[in-house]
Structures are given as structure tokens and as C-alpha cells.
């Protein structure tokens, strides 16, 4: 395996990004489910990462936001 590049970096970034909105918006396919997964396990930083931006405080954050309300 060769090294990833900064722009490979990114985009996985973005990615898992995008892959976590829609687990929060309950609209993930199957396959973006398993691939959602499979990067979860890559690293435990991918598992903190899932679990900080999936908690209850974000949620909320995340519902304020989108509501308008400040906290």
C-alpha cells in the first residue's frame, strides 16, 4: 500500500463526513451503512471520532442549529 496523499486524505475526510450526516439524518443506504462501519474500525480515532459527533451534546448542538435556538 503506498502512502495516502493530502488530497486522498481529504476526501476520505469528507467523506466519512458526509457518511456521518446522513447516519444523524437516518437516511444512510446499506451500503453506505458498511462503509460507514468499515472505517469505524479502521482506527480508533475513526471510533472516537463516530462517538463525538453521534453523542447526545452534539445531537443537541445539532437540533439547536437547526431550529435556530442558541445554547
Known sequence: MHPQTKKEIE??????????FKYL??????AEDAELAAWMV?????W?????????KFKRKLADL???TKN
Open 11 to 20: 476526501e476520505k475526510a469528507a467523506r466519512a463526513a458526509y457518511l456521518i
Open 25 to 30: 439524518n437516518n437516511t444512510l443506504e446499506e
Open 42 to 46: 479502521e482506527n480508533e480515532q475513526n
Open 48 to 56: 472516537k471520532l463516530f462517538e463525538e459527533f453521534t453523542g447526545e
Open 66 to 68: 437547526k431550529s435556530g
